[in-house]
């Protein structure tokens, strides 16, 4: 039997950017969506909340994936212009081919019918498009004939075959082919064109931009049809820019995502709108990409929210919550049913472990980065961040109610922080002071070193700080005035420290990979004979399993490894790159065998580690 | 990145085709900004030009002199703005390799001194979406501001400089 199984995963959302489309991919059966954030690629299910393919291969950022239409193979781009082909049926995913295709970002990616070619397109310098055979990478024409960077592509899914591209200088361009060759632009648009795509059976296609208009062609020689019109808007069919469109799978409607922050689902043949699906009036309600696959019509709202949308009745069916920014904390609430995650944005997300449902803290209770969350038995939420505010939320609702946060002003950065079960005392290290808030009133101790986390002992008798001076300060607490009682000395900069739950031990880790516990009866003593030094790179956070046996260490080199205090001289369990091409940032055990972890990846990962 | 608001007539991309690809029906093709829009002025085959011989032995000579003959025609001896394309035919020596034959396309953006001031800006600022819309790969782009610059003599040196091995 495994050392370790990953039980389930919360994948990170994907990364949108502001007036940016967002280019979404599908499996030919349509039950997996595709897109790409960080230098990944997500395949997820769209009927189970807990499970995700990912891609890690690219060495840059990703910003687009396309499966073949056999299904047997993805296309991803990266911001360099790299397209890599993999295997989509085995989990190592075996490279098949990388083709640089040209020097900056890939835009879009479209596949031919027959699985056999590949069309990129996106910002080069010397061109911003390539089409080549997907096995040998031969190049099967040239995509030039606009004159700035192409946004979008497809392929005509029939005989004859044919190519289609938006660009920013604002026309549609066809292309004939193979060899495929420049045929004709067309300047129906008077903005940027940001989606073109044909229909099933490639009888006409659809552009759309950022003029907001959506256009209907002849399939073949690009004839101009139509125009749609929303007859509450002047000879547009959106009022803002339009950054994508979808076909139905049977080619009788098209579904538009615009920043006008609806979805209008709009019947192909009498060019009319059918449904408007307002998704919100918030910027964040912008709609920046669409995909209409065999089971299901999803959009991407400027956050990152994945809305799954339901064009019958024009209603919003599911909305998935989560990060698409680093996460940087974790926390559980005490009966163990919820667990909140903070990002480097200052999101907050709450989401049910057992089915992985998740939900926003709304409105924001941070603006940046968020170090430190914590929950405590009331159910109320205390968190730290950059914005050098301590923050308590109160218990409300299904979750915390943030509308009625109270704050607390820092006076120099926090870095980390520790609440006591009950809530009676939270205490936030900050770079000059250490901060206590006990009875609803905020105490700050200045320091003479500057700090980067601290631990609270369950007893409220101990806090240890961890200092960039490489040492943990232990203080004794008393109201809201510590007393020093002993100083460790590290050879680095102390990342975190963590108190057993029975109080009995200390553990700190630091940046030159150790992780030490210490025994708290025995006067801050070293409690383990054996050095503890497997990771291979900084480690960055710290946890103690609910038995106070075991140890949860995450690390900037993707692992995650967990110690055993009693068999302290065995070979630790590793989880190699745990969180691949990522950062481990928060650790946290469920159970005595459940550990869930979160990385600058944006992913949660649960994982099983049996005792 | 053009951002003078001239956009480029779907002609110019399936005009230069004929240039650089297949049978390549044109030698020379020259290209004006006409409203908001860059089309083409003149597209002129080997026929019309009427030369006949080793092309490559003379380095596209004569050829070459008839493709300026016709810009200064056009551009009123030198005072208005163009672009062109001039398929280049010539011979340069390489190491090892003897001499080869060689044909490359060449993009002229002429801005004479004597035109003015806002076509040559116009025409500057709208270069970058023709050369893109050519593809800048397969030209190589030379900036003309006067006839002493129009000298074949100068365009086969910097032709060999760049694809020769001297």
């Known amino acids: 039997m495994s050392e370790f199984s990953l039980n389930a995963l919360f994948p990170s959302l994907p990364r949108t950017a502001r007036g940016t489309a967002v280019v979404l991919g599908s499996t030919p059966t349509g039950d997996k969506i595709q897109f790409c954030n960080g230098t990944s690629v997500y395949t997820v299910p769209i009927d189970n909340l807990t499970n995700a393919d990912i891609y890690t291969e690219h060495s840059h950022a990703t910003t687009v994936a396309k499966t073949s239409p056999s299904g047997y193979y993805c296309a991803s781009g990266d911001i360099h212009g790299n397209v890599r082909v993999w295997d989509t049926t085995q989990t190592t995913h075996i490279l098949k081919i990388t083709i640089p295709v040209f020097s900056g970002a890939v835009k879009d990616i479209a596949w031919d019918s027959e699985s056999k070619r590949i069309a990129a397109v996106g910002e080069g310098k010397e061109r911003f498009g390539h089409v080549f055979l997907f096995d040998t990478g031969t190049s099967n024409g040239n995509l030039t004939g606009q004159s700035r960077v192409m946004n979008s592509v497809d392929f005509k899914p029939s005989r004859p075959f044919r190519i289609i591209s938006g660009s920013d200088d604002n026309t549609v361009a066809i292309f004939e082919g193979p060899p495929f060759k420049f045929k004709n632009a067309f300047h129906d648009h008077v903005k940027f064109v940001h989606s073109t795509r044909y229909n099933h059976d490639g009888s006409f296609f659809a552009s759309t931009g950022g003029d907001g208009t959506l256009i209907l062609y002849n399939g073949v020689d690009g004839t101009k049809v139509a125009t749609f019109e929303d007859e509450t808007l002047k000879g547009v069919a959106h009022s803002g820019s339009v950054f994508g469109l979808s076909w139905s799978p049977d080619g009788s409607k098209i579904a538009t995502a615009s920043a006008d922050k609806t979805v209008k689902i709009w019947n192909a043949s009498t060019q009319k709108v059918e449904k408007t699906i307002v998704i919100g009036t918030r910027i964040e309600d912008q709609q920046l990409g669409i995909i209409w696959t065999k089971k299901s019509l999803v959009s991407i709202s400027a956050n990152g929210f994945i809305n799954f949308l339901n064009p019958e009745l024009g209603t919003v069916d599911e909305v998935r919550y989560g990060h698409n920014k680093g996460i940087t904390a974790l926390t559980t609430s005490t009966d163990g049913k919820k667990l909140y995650s903070a990002d480097a944005e200052g999101h907050i997300s709450s989401w049910e472990i057992a089915t992985g449902k998740s939900n926003r803290v709304f409105p924001d209770v941070h603006t940046t980065m968020i170090t430190g969350i914590s929950t405590t038995n009331k159910g109320d939420l205390f968190t730290v961040s950059w914005d050098d505010f301590l923050k308590i939320a109160p218990a409300g609702g299904s979750g915390v109610d943030s509308t009625k946060t109270v704050s607390n002003k820092l006076s120099s950065q926090p870095l980390g922080l520790a609440v006591s079960v009950d809530g009676e005392v939270a205490v936030a290290a900050c770079y000059k002071h250490v901060a206590i808030y006990s009875q609803g009133k905020l105490t700050e101790v200045p320091i003479n070193y500057n700090s980067s986390c601290v631990a609270l002992s369950g007893d409220k008798q101990f806090v240890a700080v961890g200092g960039q001076d490489s040492k943990v300060h232990v203080y004794k607490l008393s109201g809201s005035s510590l007393s020093e009682v002993k100083t460790i000395s590290h050879s680095a900069e102390i990342t975190a420290v963590s108190f057993s739950k029975n109080n009995a031990f200390l553990v700190a880790t630091d940046q030159s990979r150790k992780v030490i516990p210490y025994s708290v009866a025995n006067n801050f003593e070293v409690a383990s004979q054996n050095s503890w030094t497997f990771h291979t790179a900084k480690v960055a956070s710290v946890s103690w399993s609910p038995d106070n046996v075991r140890l949860a260490t995450g690390s900037l080199d993707n692992s995650i490894i967990v110690w055993n205090m009693n068999k302290a001289s065995e070979h630790p369990i590793i989880i190699k790159g745990a969180h691949a091409m990522s950062s481990v940032n928060a650790v946290l055990w469920l159970d005595e065998t459940t550990l869930v972890s979160a990385g600058q990846d944006s992913n949660i990962k649960f994982w099983n580690v049996p005792l | 990145m053009s951002t003078s608001g001239v956009s480029v007539h779907p002609d110019v991309p399936a005009t230069f085709q004929k240039l650089s690809e297949g049978k390549k029906e044109f ?111 397969r030209i190589m782009p030379f900036q003309v501001s006067d006839e002493s610059e129009l000298s074949h003599r100068e365009f086969l040196n910097q032709l060999g400089a760049k694809y020769g091995d001297n």
């Open chain 2, 27 to 137: 030698r020379y093709i020259l290209f004006k900004i006409q409203e908001k829009d860059i089309v083409v002025e003149a597209a002129v085959t080997q026929e019309e030009l009427g030369i006949s011989g080793d092309e490559y032995e003379e380095s596209s000579k004569s050829a070459f002199e008839k493709f300026v003959q016709d810009i200064k025609a056009r551009t009123d001896n030198l005072t208005d703005c163009l672009y062109a394309v001039f398929d280049f035919k010539f011979t340069c020596s390489r190491v090892g390799a003897g001499t080869s034959k060689m044909d490359k396309i060449i993009f002229l953006q002429i801005c004479p001194d004597g035109a003015s001031i806002k076509k040559k800006m116009v025409y500057a600022s709208s270069a970058s979406a023709i050369k893109a819309t050519l593809g800048t790969g």
